[in-house]
T-cell receptor, first 116, second 113 residues
Framework: AQTVTQSQPEMSVQEAETVTLSCTYD???????LFWYKQPPSRQMILVIR??????QNATENRFSVNFQKAAKSFSLKISDSQLGDAAMYFC?????????????FGQGTRLTINP | NAGVTQTPKFQVLKTGQSMTLQCAQD?????MSWYRQDPGMGLRLIHY???????DQGEVPNGYNVSRSTTEDFPLRLLSAAPSQTSVYFC????????????FGNGTRLTVT
C-alpha cells in the first residue's frame, strides 16, 4: 500500500518570502499522480497543483511550483511571494492509476502561517 | 454552479444514534467518495462509488454504510454512532479520467458524545 509523509506539521514564513513544504511518498508503481491541496480555515479543499509521474517537467501554477524528484520519491511544494491568503493547511496526496479515481492517499498535512 | 453539496454542516449525536450525511453533485460525475479528516492523520477514504449501483470500501469503512441509487447522490449512513466517529467528513466527486482532480464538498463536522 502507498503511504504519504509530510514531516513538517507546521511552517511559518514572512509575507512576500518563499517557503517550501516537503512531501515524500512510498510506492512500487512507476506511473502515478501527485497533488497538493490547500485547506483554508473555511475547511474547503482546494486543488493547488498536480503532477503526473511520467512527466519529468515540474508543474507550475502561478506562484506555486513543485520539485518532483521521482527517484527520491519526493514532491515538495514551493510558494513564492507568500501572501496572507496562502495561510492554510496543505495536504500532499498520491493517486495510483491502477485503482479507482477516488482512491487518494493523503499525507498528514502541514499548517502554514504567513507573518505580516 | 453548486458543485458538491453536503448537508448538514454540523451535527451532534449521542452514542448509539444513527444518521445519514447527505451528498449531492450536479456535475454528472461518475465517481463519488467519502473521506474523514482527523487531526494529524490527513484524510482517509471511507467508501467510494464508480457509478450508480456500484460501491466499494475504502481504508476505514467499519461503522459506515453507503448506497448509490442515482448519479447525483451518495449518502453516508452511520449505523450506530461511536465517539471514535467524531470527525470532519468530506464528500468528493470526479469525472472519469486518470488525472481528474477531486471536487470536494465543504465538509460536515460531526461530534459524537
Amino acid at each position: 500500500a502507498q503511504t504519504v509523509t509530510q514531516s513538517q506539521p507546521e511552517m511559518s514564513v514572512q509575507e512576500a518570502e518563499t517557503v517550501t513544504l516537503s512531501c515524500t511518498y512510498d510506492t512500487s508503481e512507476s506511473d502515478y499522480y501527485l497533488f497538493w491541496y490547500k485547506q483554508p480555515p473555511s475547511r474547503q479543499m482546494i486543488l493547488v497543483i498536480r503532477q503526473e509521474a511520467y512527466k519529468q517537467q515540474n508543474a507550475t501554477e502561478n506562484r506555486f511550483s513543485v520539485n518532483f524528484q521521482k527517484a527520491a520519491k519526493s514532491f515538495s511544494l514551493k510558494i513564492s511571494d507568500s501572501q496572507l491568503g496562502d495561510a492554510a493547511m496543505y495536504f500532499c496526496a498520491y493517486r495510483s492509476p491502477y485503482q479507482g479515481a477516488q482512491k487518494l492517499v493523503f499525507g498528514q498535512g502541514t499548517r502554514l502561517t504567513i507573518n505580516p | 454552479n453548486a458543485g458538491v453539496t453536503q448537508t448538514p454542516k454540523f451535527q451532534v449525536l449521542k452514542t448509539g444514534q444513527s444518521m445519514t450525511l447527505q451528498c449531492a453533485q450536479d456535475m454528472n460525475h461518475e465517481y463519488m467518495s467519502w473521506y474523514r479528516q482527523d487531526p494529524g492523520m490527513g484524510l482517509r477514504l471511507i467508501h467510494y462509488s464508480v457509478g450508480a449501483g456500484i460501491t466499494d470500501q475504502g481504508e476505514v469503512p467499519n461503522g459506515y454504510n453507503v448506497s448509490r441509487s442515482t448519479t447525483e447522490d451518495f449518502p453516508l449512513r452511520l449505523l450506530s454512532a461511536a465517539p471514535s466517529q467524531t470527525s470532519v467528513y468530506f464528500c468528493a466527486s470526479s469525472p472519469q479520467g486518470r488525472n481528474s482532480p477531486l471536487h470536494f464538498g465543504n465538509g460536515t463536522r460531526l461530534t459524537v458524545t
